[in-house]
């Protein structure tokens, strides 16, 4: 039990994490770096709402100890838009009211982002199963998935 | 959407993106838990392991004296004058000498770090004298049931009447009241023998609904400083800044004004967060400790010990004649509050019996206690309870007679003037108009479609009304003009749905001025105007109605100023687009700007144009949904799956149908939810066995169709800004019910409690 | 979650060393996705977690027609659905990994950490254990290939010793005329956990009319996947019509040794035995008859 040093790549920077090697990832980013778009819903993996990337996959990082994302790419909220310019999915959530609280939305907003990624074009029912790992319980989902749906038809 | 002759509105009635929008999607967004301040220590609870036991010993000088611990912190660390054992757990937020339920939170841990305070809190040694604890609802009915807890101060309502304005006709007292029974009453009219004895058709039956919890993503999360001068300072996820300050004062014993609450996001309440419970136990510790302490519920913490909404049990006898009329009710509703009363046997026992007409009627509803978490507002408290029971006895008795369920309801429905169970009757309402939307919907159109599924399984189709009658509260607001002739609006209501942006929305239609120049600031509440919680299905229309007099008093200020450079009547004057000008004569105008300057300016005598606007409650405004799904069950494992879904609601006016259609299809899920997949268990010692978002089920984006929406607008002046009603609520009531209705219309079984699991199915059908 | 000591070695070999030198009270990490609610909601609290992150050799699938398929113990869940092999040849296995929780989970969870956190309703287990797949244990006295049924030995049990890890699973080449499938019954369409599963395996005869070889394997009704002796008896050496089909079904759900708990009562977890044991033979056998 001691503090280690810890060497994390977030959004295209480098930083170093001084921390008990039990910090969560989530934690780190947050308290550590700053960036605290990423929430915690629940701690075990349940929810979805810690959801960022690890070299480009989406996952919930209240599971990833700081010591085990090293050397990967971390890409949280923060990251997505780029040059202070919105991600169409970003974009989309707006315009299409899909959110409520906000709480879920960094982590849903991960998810949807890797699933265009991967299928630009995908249908509504692979859209509810790209973010079927993250809850909401504002919106119903029904204005999440209209404007996930707007940015892979277009 | 059904629309009335009314004016053309530029502003408000237009689908409107929320104006944080862009800070919600770049998580730019400030929650509790973002706010960053020095010195700050983590509070971690212990929560007891027994639902009913006597502390016999706690020790908790090891965990003390672990190195990074700032302080442990027990009942004895409460104020003074706190009753312990007090009948509302917010006013003795630790167990004392007696624990009621299983989570009750025993002693608290500050410390540098979460883990140190995690590790501490194994060393805190605690003695417990388990005792019977009493956790079946019928049991707890009983004269001979041993009592929840030996001592309880008086009762507190006030919470429950904030959220509707429903009487307190209290039942008769009797003499001998059993030991865990908290309040009773009884509405009655009529002779409901009689109307038995005319009817055609009787239905008898018994339902149950099961405690589920609010399902925030948000756990309850508070950070509370105190300096040595006693000035508490606040952040937490809370429903209500001016409540929780309200609530906290009491129980630190300080004036209101010594504890200033800023306004954050709240990650989800839906009446949850209405109590300031991580407050009360981080200021226990932070009056000691004069730093900051965060307490971040964790999720089987906020499962366990939170304020999770009350199961109810139900009797229904509900008779009508063949001609479909309704000859009478006879109700008896059991609300479990849990280890602390409160519970909201008025609002569903009233509704419970005011969907319909009927004549000859009885409402009896008790409310007991039993050893389990104190129960807390859920969205429609009571509702989707009491709207599933009397639903499901209306399908049952359509079925029955061979009545169709539409026609039914229409001939049957409440309409103004109708009364409540509780005698009071209703204003202008708008169920039948609701009724007669639903035939306007794709759903309706599709109702008989099957659509492709495995050949096995069975497609139905089910609907059910409900309603909420909405709450009421004082609010003020202030509008005003800044230098340059932007709007600036200061709001100290919570906004959960969008309300802000709707509350700009107002300002914009009242001045005539796009959303750009508007800008909505809340501070805290020492710098913000005093609003009710955000709860009750009332945030919009009273403090929409505050927010409409304050611009008015802004544009009426400016009117005068104008009226007096340009030689006129104030009566002469409209505003447009940021300035003030003749009517018809556009070339003799003032910007705002101007204006702005002119009031703002080094030395000037204008006064600055500053509005305020201030309201009681207003009218009640009750509002209703009907929600229509259809659905595919398995016949052999009693899976459901759910494949379309409507809701029609009457809001009385949209100010922005985006945040309505939002809020309606959130609302409908959760009622889905409550009807499907969602209820808290607890085994027979009183243990609750699924404190997890794995086991407590949620419904994800794959459980859920899109669901369709119609606004029905049936306004109610007075009720709101442009007639709108309350309208958060309304869509939790009907679903569960639709569900129950359609897995019947599916496979013919007809389950008597929610959720509606694949095992009760099965179970219904005799297959186990 | 209490602290504790963390170490990231770069071998089996460098981890096996540490887990015996360091003693009792230390925890295998791989994915994590069992582990950390384990240390954070459970209870569990070791005094050091010995990390399997930079193991490169932990990772990997190799597929031959004849030998069949290997696969590192350290494999993903995302990694082993996408394997073209692993679609092609064993569509069970991924069956059962798109089952785990959530996408997310899928990409950390490890398909080591599925067999040795050996939770009764492991969704990979039955479609492996189905399938008579073996398992390779690295210790410090050396390794060995055991039937993958003999690794998992009670609830959160195996038969490892607390300086041994899991390092391969192997897989037989397919039978000829052979199919298998697994399905779970689960409240919710996501994010959940199986009531009852059942994973099965069978081979019909050249004529394709009699079943030669039948493995069924049940999820979340037992201490551990349970093989169906009893339902794989009345199946071998029998017709493969709906009659037969009804006879193991019924012989499974009798094999099923449930518990009640708030996830399900016993005599509901038989029927879901019974009815999914039966879909699942019926879609083998069109399977096979459809030459797929």
């Excluded at chain 2, 965990?63 to 912190?73: D, E, L, R, S, W």
């Excluded at chain 2, 006030?158 to 865990?180: I, R």
């Excluded at chain 2, 497609?459 to 509260?473: D, F, M, R």
């Amino acid at each position: 039990m001691a503090k280690q040093s810890f060497t994390l790549q977030v959004n295209g920077g480098t930083y170093q994490v001084f921390a008990e090697p039990n910090k969560c990832l989530h934690d780190a980013i947050r308290d550590d770096i700053g960036f605290t778009g990423t929430k915690e819903g629940c701690g075990t993996g349940d929810c979805g709402a810690c959801t960022i990337w690890l070299d480009g996959a989406p996952v919930t990082s209240c599971l990833v100890l700081v010591g085990e994302a090293e050397g990967a790419q971390i890409t949280t909220i923060e990251g997505l838009a780029t040059d202070g310019v919105l991600h169409p999915l970003q974009q989309a959530f707006v315009e299409h009211h899909g959110m409520q609280c906000g709480y879920c939305i960094p982590g849903m907003l991960m998810s949807a982002a890797a699933l265009l990624r991967d299928n630009p074009t995908a249908n509504e029912d692979e859209i509810r199963h790209g973010i079927a790992g993250n809850l909401c319980r504002c919106t119903g989902y029904t204005k999440i998935v209209d404007a996930i749906k707007s940015v892979a038809q277009a | 959407m059904t629309t009335t002759a009314r004016p053309n509105y530029r502003f408000v009635n237009k689908k409107q993106p929320r104006l944080e929008g862009v800070a919600k999607v770049t998580g730019r967004t400030t929650f509790t838990a973002d706010v960053k301040l020095p010195r700050l220590a983590h509070m971690k609870l212990l929560l007891a392991p027994h639902a009913h036991a006597i502390i016999k010993k706690l020790d908790t000088s090891k965990a003390a004296a672990y190195p990074g611990v700032a302080g442990v912190f027990t009942a004895d660390d409460m104020p003074a004058h706190v009753q312990r054992d007090a009948a509302a757990r917010v006013m003795t937020p630790f167990a004392h000498r007696e624990v009621v339920f299983f989570g009750q939170p025993v002693a608290g841990v500050v410390a540098e770090d979460p883990s140190i305070a995690e590790e501490a809190l194994d060393l805190i040694e605690v003695e417990y004298e388990p005792l019977p604890a009493v956790m079946d609802i019928l049991d707890a009915l009983k004269m001979d049931a041993p009592p929840v807890r030996s001592g309880m101060g008086g009762a507190d309502n006030s919470e429950l009447a904030a959220h509707s304005v429903v009487t307190e006709d209290e039942g008769p007292k009797e003499d001998k009241t059993p030991p865990n029974v908290t309040h009773r009453l009884v509405w009655a009219r009529g002779d409901v023998e009689k109307g038995f004895a005319e009817a055609d058709y009787i239905v008898e039956k018994k339902f149950h609904a099961s405690w589920v919890h609010q399902g925030y993503i948000e756990t309850m999360t508070a950070t509370v400083d105190c300096d040595l001068d006693n000035n508490y300072h606040v952040w937490i996820s809370t429903q209500g800044s001016f409540s929780s300050r309200d609530g906290l004062a009491k129980l630190l014993g300080v004036p209101e004004g010594k504890i200033v609450i800023e306004f954050l996001e709240m990650g989800g309440g839906f009446g949850g967060k209405i109590q300031p419970y991580a407050a009360t136990y981080a200021a226990v510790a932070a009056r000691i400790l004069h730093r900051p302490v965060r307490l971040q519920f964790s999720r089987s913490q906020d499962i366990r010990a939170g304020n999770p909404a009350p199961q109810g049990y139900f009797e229904i006898k509900l008779a009508a004649k063949k001609d479909m009329t309704i000859t009478a009710l006879k109700a008896k509703a059991v609300y479990d509050s849990g280890a602390f009363p409160g519970s909201p046997l008025m609002a569903g026992g009233n509704l419970l019996g005011s969907y319909y007409k009927t004549p000859n009627q009885e409402i009896e509803g008790v409310e007991v206690i039993t050893n389990r978490v104190n129960q807390g507002a859920l969205r429609a408290p009571g509702t989707p309870q009491a709207t599933f029971a009397i639903e499901s006895a209306v399908d049952i008795l359509c079925h029955e007679a061979g009545f169709d369920p539409w026609a039914f309801r229409m001939k049957n429905g409440v309409e103004a003037g109708d009364p409540m169970a509780n005698g009071r009757n209703f204003g202008v309402i708008g169920l039948k108009q609701v009724l007669t939307a639903f035939k306007d919907t794709t759903f309706w159109k599709n109702k008989d479609v099957k659509p492709a599924v495995d050949a096995n399984k069975k497609i139905g189709v089910g609907w059910a009304i409900g309603g909420w009658l909405g709450g009421g509260a004082p609010t003020s607001a202030a509008v005003f003009l800044n230098g340059d002739g932007s709007i600036n609006v200061d709001i100290g209501s919570n906004d959960i749905s969008g309300t802000l942006t709707s509350f700009a929305m107002i300002v914009a239609e009242t001045l005539n001025t796009p959303m750009d120049r508007i800008s909505l600031q809340q501070g805290n509440t020492a710098s913000a105007p005093y609003a009710g919680m955000s709860a009750g299905s009332k945030t919009l229309r009273t403090v929409g109605l505050s927010v409409q007099k304050a611009a008015e008093s802004v544009r009426d200020q400016m009117f005068k100023l104008v009226a007096q450079r340009l030689e006129c009547s104030p009566e002469d004057l409209e505003c447009m687009d940021g300035t003030v000008r003749v009517k018809g004569s556009p070339d003799k105008s003032v910007t705002f700007a101007t204006l702005g300057a002119m009031s703002t300016g080094y030395g000037s005598p204008t006064p600055v144009i500053y509005g305020a606007g201030t309201s009681g409650s207003p009218a009640m405004a009750p509002g209703f949904a009907l929600q229509a799904v259809k659905v595919a069950v398995d016949p052999d494992t009693g899976l459901v799956d759910i494949l379309d879904a409507c809701c029609v609601q009457d809001v009385g006016f949209a100010v922005n149908p985006l945040a309505v259609e939002s809020q309606i299809q959130g609302g409908m899920v959760q009622s889905l939810a409550l009807g499907y997949s969602e209820e808290i268990v607890w085994d027979e010692k009183g243990v609750l066995r699924n404190p997890s978002l794995l086991d407590y089920r949620l419904p994800t984006a794959l459980d859920m169709p899109n669901i369709e929406v119609k606004i029905v607008e049936v306004p109610v002046e007075g009720a709101g800004p442009f007639g709108a009603k309350g309208m958060g609520e309304p869509p939790i009531a009907p679903g569960a019910a639709a569900l129950a209705n359609a897995v019947f219309n599916a496979i013919g079984a007809r389950v008597d409690t929610i959720p509606v699991t694949a095992e009760r199915i099965m179970r219904t059908l005799g297959k186990l | 979650m209490h602290r504790f000591d963390y170490y990231t070695p770069a071998t089996v070999a460098e981890a096996v060393d540490l887990l015996r030198s360091k003693g009792a009270g230390g925890k295998i990490l791989a994915g994590g996705t069992d582990l950390m609610p384990a240390m954070k909601e459970r209870g569990r609290h070791p005094k050091y977690i010995v990390s399997l992150k930079n193991i490169t050799e932990l990772r990997g699938i190799s597929f031959d027609p004849q030998s069949g398929l290997k696969v590192k113990a350290g494999t993903k869940m995302s990694a082993l659905q996408r394997d073209p092999n692993v679609m092609r040849h064993y569509p069970v296995i991924v069956q059962g990994a798109k089952l785990i929780g959530s996408l997310q989970t899928q990409n950390l969870a490890t398909i080591g950490g599925n067999i040795c956190n050996a939770a009764p309703s492991a969704d990979a287990v039955p479609a492996l254990i189905a399938l008579d797949a073996t398992g390779t244990v690295h210790g410090p006295s050396g390794s060995r290939t055991v039937p993958l049924s003999q690794i998992i030995t009670g609830p959160g049990q195996t038969s490892l010793a607390a300086d041994e890890i899991l390092t391969e699973v192997q897989v037989a080449a397919p039978l000829p005329r052979s199919a298998a499938n697994y399905v779970r019954h689960v409240p919710r369409k996501e994010l959940d956990i199986a009531i009852a599963g059942v994973g099965v395996h069978v081979q019909l005869d050249e004529a394709l009319q009699r079943f030669t070889h039948a493995r069924i394997c049940l999820c979340a009704v037992a201490p551990v996947p349970l093989r169906a002796t009893g339902a794989e008896a009345a199946l071998v050496g029998q017709p493969a019509t709906a009659e037969t089909i009804e006879k193991a079904a019924q012989a499974a759900a009798a094999d099923a040794r449930p518990i009640s708990d708030q996830r399900g009562s016993a005599d509901f977890r038989r029927l879901l035995v019974h009815t999914l044991t039966a879909r699942m033979l019926t879609a083998s056998v069109d399977a096979i008859r459809a030459g797929r």
